[in-house]
């Protein structure tokens, strides 16, 4: 094995060797447990960071072993793939030192800590997937690894959260599964490839392969929360925070997202996908769902479902952008794979802070609570700001790209979309920030616990300010070598320009 | 090395295959259950290695043929071994030992039935490998009749009402079903004046009396593995036996006289059955499946789960026969029916082994009893799980490379209506496992107490557990085996 072959493998291991290690802990361990955890995080960080200087000077990373005669599990980092690695990897590692804090005290973290890795561990191989036979493989993995964790808290609430969670996924995996073995008996091996392996197939099969795109995406929109596939992941809010923050800003819905990401492009190719004239039912699909989920996201007091109405909306912007035939457009959605979770991550951190320091659940409940707890507010003002698309956050420049790429598109409409998405965006979210900050505090805080030297125990403060300091970063140096938004227009390059 | 190596090859497996277990099986007898308990670990390694040497030499040097004494087809007893019965031989040995490691320690604690549970577990594993490598219809009957009696043996080992009840239950269905299968060779003896598989293979032609003994024998054998809607002796007998006979059966027997269904469809009577025969073993099929699941799902009792869950993945193995009716198909849907049997074996004796260590620490048979389990059990839970998600079909499982080949059969075939019975199977299978985990999640009551168990009750389910999660990493292996001998020319899945 050489040492290309070997990265791939340490990457998954860095993760999987700690998640099964620490199932086997004893539950008081948790100084070993945090530092195995850490280790875990950091170790695959060095290699991540390996990795992407290879591939950005063009070195091949590609392993492969026969697991049915003809058919290969294959791990293959491309720049598309490092895109999503580096983003979970290094949410990994706050959303850890995160989850530390959160937890501390509460029973089953051995547990807890065990799937987290594993979910984090699927998360890695849906990205590394070198063809859909492995994708589908760590996409179900996905599913079964968060489902303790959606269920962690054992309550009713919970365990019917699990279960709805499950039901949605379960299915939407058993109907991807059904496109996915369709396609492999049309081609007989799916590999992954720039500009798509479909576009050779003889023209009285396109039929076929538009009924399997819609299996596919139907399959990948559940995680993606396409309206109406969406149903679960309000529902999911019951579990801890830092759970929701790995559902809805690394793990789970972006693995949706990038699944559509890979079907279109590298499956399909986005030529042969506009040719058959699958790209604009998509972009319809996603305008709805962006529309939609912020039209609920609007009606919501309590302030974790308002977050994930908001996920539901802001994940569509992805699935918008690949599907705006056109570099810029693509460009758009895959940087705001990346822009989504880091603000995504950062409110519900937040989110998070709030219920653990004060009891505040609700909206309603946050007058005056910037006072209270400033660095945390500070942090969630930036990230709503960038989820509205002020300047020069990070939801700008996805903003701007999408609009530049619809325009490019000759889809004008989109546009529409796009404006009345950040109007409703400023709805929901600048009522809460002038709650917190304008108006004064009404009453004692539901149920306050003060935590440590600072406003709250400082595992659970720091995480928040990176991410949000990340999230003005990327907005402000997006012409850096490793931005998101230049790593995006690598991949862009790579993809139309092969 | 390689002169070892050679030699090692060379040694006739297959005597040692058989003979290791019926030896095991007078020593116990003659020596007493202490005895049997002290020498079943080593035996049960014995057959396995033997089984392993077996599977080598056929991968070496393509299938082979034994005369029993010297005399062959069509007057003495004639062995054959290829990749199937390679496969069968190596999942049985497996399981028999880690089952035996179980139930090492679980006849410890309990003493019903711990005195026949050894030679009768020999004798159990010794006619199911004689009947894996008989190639005759006649010696296929008499393995297939002593793996009953044996196996209704092991049922009526608790001794209880219900547990008599069960046994004689499945004793009467053993018998009717080997009465209909004997019926068949009887007729197919006096037209065409042989037993062995593969001449019979060559004479048969299609007509009434083929059709006749095709109804005969696959009613009998559907009888015996339990087929929707002649399951009903399945249930009380796998879900009633003590737990290490449990695995056995629902993993292993039912295993045989699917693989004679198998062999003699595809060996002998490949010539004279017809697509709506074909199709009708698949709406049974279904029927298992979607019925068998649904009466999962409504089960009070772990066990039963378990239980009704193995009537409703025998509805898989039989979608083979519709899927392998068409052309494009027919490679696909065998690889897969095949790959499902060893799965499923791998899967569900972890599966019950499992529950019967959390049963044993809860003291309770009843599912709302499951509380507090994920935090005194884990090993077990999670082994459950691992089983479970092989069962549902998911990767990375065994069950998933099954569903897999099926699935692929199925579409290459053009015969979607199976895909959706399979994906609806999978997604029933998804609820009753869920339901088990979500009560063993719960928080333990108030006051609750388990008792402690011997750390070999979960490390021996989590082993087969690991099995089935290897089945899905490196299926290749398993398949390449399978290949050799395999009903069509040059084929691969």
């Not at chain 1, 929701?244 to 279109?264: M, N, Q, T």
């Not at chain 2, 031989?89 to 003493?111: E, K, N, P, S, V």
């Not at chain 2, 020999?122 to 009696?149: I, R």
């Not at chain 2, 388990?450 to 087969?464: H, I, N, T, V, W």
């Amino acid at each position: 094995m050489t040492w290309n072959e070997a990265l791939l493998w340490l990457v998954l291991a860095s993760s999987l060797i700690t998640g099964l290690t620490i199932f086997f802990l004893p539950e008081e361990r948790h100084r070993l447990r945090s530092t195995l955890n850490l280790a875990g995080a950091f170790a695959k960080l060095a290699l991540i960071a390996i990795m992407l200087w290879g591939v950005l000077n063009e070195q091949q990373y590609e392993t492969r072993y026969a697991l049915l005669p003809g058919i290969d599990f294959a791990l293959r980092a491309d720049a598309l793939a490092m895109l999503f690695v580096t983003l979970s990897a290094v949410l990994w590692l706050f959303t850890t030192i995160y989850a530390i804090g959160y937890l501390e005290g509460s029973p089953h973290r051995s547990r807890f800590f065990g799937f987290f890795s594993l979910c984090v561990t699927s998360t890695m191989g849906i990205a590394f997937a070198g063809n859909l036979f492995t994708f589908f493989l760590f996409y179900e993995l996905l599913t079964l690894s968060t489902y303790p964790l959606v269920a962690h808290r054992g309550t009713d609430k919970a365990l019917r959260a699990g279960n709805i969670y499950l039901g949605y996924t379960l299915a939407g995996g058993a109907v991807l599964l059904i496109g996915v073995i369709w396609l492999y008996s049309l081609l007989g091996n799916v590999e992954f490839a720039h500009g798509g392996v479909l576009s050779g197939l003889v023209p009285e099969r396109h039929g076929e392969l538009i009924v399997i795109f819609v299996l596919l995406i139907a399959g990948l929109g559940v995680k993606a929360a396409l309206v109406p596939l969406h149903g679960w992941l309000p529902v999911a809010m019951v579990a801890p925070a830092p759970v929701s923050a790995l559902l809805h800003a690394v793990a789970v819905v972006k693995a949706g997202a990038f699944g559509i990401v890979r079907v279109v492009y590298d499956v399909y190719g986005i030529e042969f996908a506009a040719d058959l004239g699958l790209l604009l039912p998509l972009a319809i699909v996603a305008s709805i769902t962006i529309i939609y989920g912020s039209l609920r996201a609007l009606a919501q007091d309590d302030l974790k479902r308002r977050l994930a109405f908001s996920t539901v909306s802001q994940v569509s912007y992805i699935a918008l952008g690949v599907s705006l035939f056109g570099p810029i457009g693509t460009v758009g959605g895959l940087v705001h794979l990346v822009h989504q979770g880091i603000m995504k991550i950062t409110l519900f951190f937040c989110a998070g802070n709030l219920a653990e320091t004060l009891g505040i659940h609700k909206v309603s409940e946050m007058r005056g609570v910037g006072r209270r707890m400033p660095w945390t507010m500070a942090a969630f003002t930036v990230a709503a700001f960038g989820m509205i698309g002020v300047p020069p956050m990070a939801g700008f420049i996805s903003k701007w790209y999408l609009g530049l790429g619809a325009l490019n598109a000759q889809m004008p409409w989109v546009l529409g979309v796009l404006i009345a998405s950040s109007v409703l965006n400023a709805a929901y979210f600048l009522p809460i920030l002038y709650a917190a900050w304008f108006q004064p505090q009404r009453g004692p805080w539901p149920a306050e616990q003060p935590r440590g030297r600072f406003e709250t125990d400082w595992r659970l403060l720091l995480p928040p300010l990176v991410t949000a300091a990340l999230t003005l970063a990327v907005g402000l140096f997006a012409a850096t070598l490793f931005s998101p938004l230049e790593w995006a227009q690598l991949i862009m390059t790579r993809e139309y320009l092969r | 090395m390689s002169t070892v190596l050679s030699a090692l090859l060379a040694v006739n497996w297959i005597s040692w295959v058989i003979g290791l277990p019926l030896t095991y099986t007078i020593a116990a007898f003659l020596s007493g259950a202490r005895a049997g308990r002290m020498l079943a670990l080593p035996a049960l390694v014995l057959s396995l290695l033997a089984a392993v040497g077996l599977s080598a030499r056929v991968l070496a040097q393509g299938p082979q043929r034994h005369m029993v004494g010297g005399w062959g087809a069509p007057l003495g007893i004639e062995l054959y071994a290829d990749g199937l019965a390679c496969l069968m031989l190596l999942m049985t040995a497996a399981i028999g030992l880690f089952t035996g490691w179980y139930a090492r320690h679980y006849f410890a604690r309990q003493d019903t039935g711990a005195t026949y549970f050894w030679p009768l577990t020999g004798f159990l594993l010794g006619a199911m490998n004689a009947l894996y490598l008989s190639a005759d219809v006649f010696n296929l009957y008499v393995t297939l009749e002593l793996l009953g009696l044996a196996a209704v043996g092991l049922v009526a080992l608790t001794g209880g009402a219900a547990a008599l009840a069960a046994a004689l239950r499945y004793l009467l269905a053993a018998l009717a079903g080997s009465l209909m299968y004997l019926l068949g060779v009887a007729l197919l003896y006096g037209a065409h004046g042989t037993l062995a598989l593969a001449e019979l293979g060559a004479r048969l032609v299609p007509g009434p009396l083929a059709w006749t003994v095709i109804a005969l024998m696959t009613l009998g054998l559907a009888l015996k593995t339990a087929l929707f809607p002649l399951h009903f002796w399945l249930p009380p007998a796998h879900g009633g036996a003590a737990t290490p006979v449990s695995a056995l059966l629902s993993a292993l027997v039912i295993k045989a006289s699917f693989y004679l269904l198998l062999r003699l469809w595809f060996e002998v009577f490949a010539p004279a059955v017809t697509i709506p025969a074909a199709q009708l073993l698949g709406v049974l099929g279904a029927g298992a499946i979607l019925w068998g699941s649904w009466l999962a799902l409504c089960q009070q009792k772990v066990k039963m789960i378990v239980a009704y869950s193995t009537v409703a993945q025998i509805g898989y193995l039989f979608l083979l026969f519709p899927l392998a009716a068409y052309a494009p198909g027919v490679e696909s849907a065998w690889y897969g029916g095949v790959y499902q049997a060893v799965s499923h074996a791998f899967a569900k004796a972890a599966m019950f082994l499992a529950v019967g260590s959390m049963v044993l620490a809860a003291g309770r048979e009843d599912i709302d009893q499951l509380d507090g389990i994920s935090a005194r059990l884990p090993l077990s839970l999670f082994s459950f799980a691992l089983a479970g998600i092989s069962l549902m079909g998911l990767p990375p499982s065994g069950g998933f490379i099954a569903k897999w080949l099926l699935l692929k059969a199925a579409l290459a075939g053009g015969q979607w209506w199976w895909v959706v019975v399979m994906i609806l199977g999978g997604l029933l299978t998804a609820a009753y496992l869920f339901r088990v985990l979500r009560h063993a999640f719960l928080p333990a009551r108030r006051g609750k107490r388990f008792r402690a168990l011997p750390p070999a009750l979960e490390l021996s389910a989590f082993g087969l557990a690991l099995g089935s999660l290897a089945l899905g990493l490196w299926a290749s292996g398993p398949l390449a085996l399978l290949r050799v001998g395999a009903p069509f020319a040059g084929a691969s899945p």
